[in-house]
């Protein structure tokens, strides 16, 4: 697989330009036919056929070096050997939080994970079942000895050597590039001494909720890979009930460049309160099934990400994500805080500019569509609730004045924390922002227009 | 302390008994599911572990709100 991997460069800001990396799974857009009562379809459901990373500061530094374990070396040298305090310490100065969407501090989970009075696991998710995101896809195909690294140093100061790796299925590239990475480290002189990770990979079935924490762990246990209830945090009791360490591929790679770096080093990208880069995925201006992932520092204006797009409105954090109207970036910088501050966030990564004449409602409408599909179907609320939001949501779209913005206030409340796994927070969460940012083009749908 | 129940949702059948045994904190959805209002106050502390133990699916617990 390595050897497919062809390097581009596009400059910075990249959305638009730039030869593919690497294919990441074959293509396969199907196109529904079009009923005479449907919402068209404008997005993207399945995962890019190709994703194209830009060199970056940190994480994306050696793109162009390929992604093999020597030239790996040769960059950024040697693994560090850390104790525990070391790693807490430097994670936590770092500011590391996870990148799998919800954000939560790494060093806080580690510290949780290292306490158990029984050994821990480790566990990288590669299983990135949000179709319009590519970053651990990325970062698998250009960069895996970085993902690799960090669990490595995080498992020897946990003492422990179990790690897993799950990867998804409908992406089968990504698998085929981190077996090639394990089997360059395999063959490596020297390394055979007995605290050397023991590296164990599994595919994910395909699902947008099958990279979810309790679900990969569930999969691990040999269990079907669907959510579960989590009575208490996975770093507390995760596999087997054991402290568990799950992160997601960027989370492994950031947490490597932290510890290589040291937190003054890190900190030399990024801003003061947030220090280090984060990596976006964005849509290829011309290319439908190609998805652009780049690197940015914290701190780094939204123009030079976006380009001309920064005028446009763009949901923010992919299909769980929040609405930034038409120009709300235009002067604001890639922050997390400053995203929080507007109401707005980050999650994964996925960064989706519309095209001037695309309506937020009706994508707003084919998302929760495919939302209410992609539900496991295991929980009453989101079983019934996610088809009845997504039903209100269409009539909006296609402006039936039957629709109410009651019902639809009413039935998010209905779904919002109640499953076993936060997909319906999340389509609650899309829906909420769609009302917020765009309550005028709401309003006029619900009087039967549309200002596009 | 103070206490809230929380619903194991993929166990959950709906139309159970938790909203006729803790009427204080739960009522049932349009498909039956129960909707968990607020914490569990001490006085209702026995009805609640009540409820929980009542559900024929296990799929109701009082968890700590904290
Ligand atoms: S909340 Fe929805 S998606 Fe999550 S486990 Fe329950 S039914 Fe599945
Ligand atoms: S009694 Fe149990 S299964 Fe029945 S509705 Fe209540 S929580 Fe659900």
């Not at chain 1, 560090?80 to 994670?91: C, E, I, M, N, Y």
């Not at chain 1, 009075?117 to 319009?132: C, F, S, T, Y």
């Not at chain 1, 235009?330 to 990564?349: C, I, K, M, N, Q």
């Not at chain 2, 008994?17 to 209002?37: K, N, Q, S, Y």
Request: charged share 20%; hydrophobic share 45%; with cysteine.
């Amino acid at each position: 697989m390595s050897g497919a991997v062809l390097a581009s460069v596009t400059s910075f800001p990249g959305a638009g330009a730039g030869a593919p990396v690497a294919p990441s799974a074959p293509a396969a857009t199907v196109r529904r036919s079009l009923s005479a009562r449907s919402v068209p379809r404008t997005v993207r459901t399945d995962p890019p056929a190709q994703v194209v990373a830009t060199p970056g500061p940190v994480l994306l530094s050696g793109v162009l070096d390929g992604p093999s374990l020597e030239a790996h070396r040769d960059r950024f040298g040697q693994l560090p050997q850390l104790d525990l305090d070391t790693v807490l310490a430097t994670v936590g100065a770092g500011a590391v939080v996870g990148r799998g969407g919800a954000g939560f501090p790494f060093a806080r989970k580690l510290a949780a994970a290292a306490t158990g009075r029984r050994r821990a696991v480790v566990v990288i998710n590669l299983a990135e079942g949000e179709p319009a995101s590519a970053k651990d896809t990325a970062l698998a195909l250009v960069a895996p000895h970085q993902i690799l690294d960090g669990a490595e140093v995080v498992a020897r100061a946990l003492r422990t050597t179990e790690v897993h790796i799950v990867t998804p299925l409908e992406r089968p590239a990504v698998g085929d590039a981190i077996a090639a990475a394990l089997s360059e480290r395999a063959a490596q002189p020297g390394r055979r001494d007995r605290s050397q990770p023991r590296w164990r990979m599994r595919a994910a079935e395909p699902g947008f909720v099958s990279g979810q924490a309790r679900a990969v762990l569930e999969l691990l246990a040999g269990r079907p890979g669907l959510p579960v209830t989590a009575w208490k945090p996975e770093a507390m009791s995760g596999l087997d009930g054991r402290p568990t360490l799950l992160s997601n591929a960027e989370t492994w790679a950031q947490v490597a460049a932290v510890l290589r770096m040291g937190a003054l080093g890190y900190a030399a990208h990024g801003t003061d309160t947030e220090p280090g880069t984060t990596l976006l995925t964005l849509p290829h201006r011309r290319d439908a099934d190609t998805a652009v992932v780049l690197e940015a520092a914290y701190g780094t204006p939204w123009v030079d990400v976006l380009g001309p797009d920064v005028e446009q409105p763009v949901l923010l954090g992919g299909f769980h994500g929040t609405w930034a109207d038409a120009g709300v970036l235009a002067e604001a910088t890639v922050s997390r805080e400053e995203l929080r501050a507007r109401g707005l966030g980050l999650g994964a990564g996925v960064v989706l500019p519309m095209r001037a004449d695309q309506c937020p409602v009706a994508v707003t409408s084919e998302i929760v569509d495919y939302l209410a599909k992609a539900s496991a179907r295991r929980c009453g609320p989101c079983l019934n609730g996610l088809p009845a939001l997504a039903e209100e949501m269409r009539l909006v779209a296609l402006g039936e004045t039957s629709a109410s913005w009651t019902r639809i206030g009413e039935l998010v409340g209905l779904v919002d924390k109640r499953g076993a796994c936060a997909h319906p927070d999340g389509t609650a969460r899309l829906v909420r922002s769609l009302l917020t940012t765009f309550d005028d083009e709401v309003a006029l749908h619900l009087r039967g227009g549309c200002s596009r | 302390m103070t206490w809230t129940m929380r619903v194991d949702w993929p166990s959950c059948a709906a139309r159970g008994l938790c909203a006729e045994l803790l009427p204080e904190r739960i009522h049932l959805d349009e498909w039956g599911f129960p909707v968990v209002e607020g914490t569990v106050t001490p006085d209702l502390l026995g009805l609640a572990k009540a409820a929980a133990t009542a559900c024929p699916h296990r799929a109701l617990r009082l968890v700590s709100a904290g």
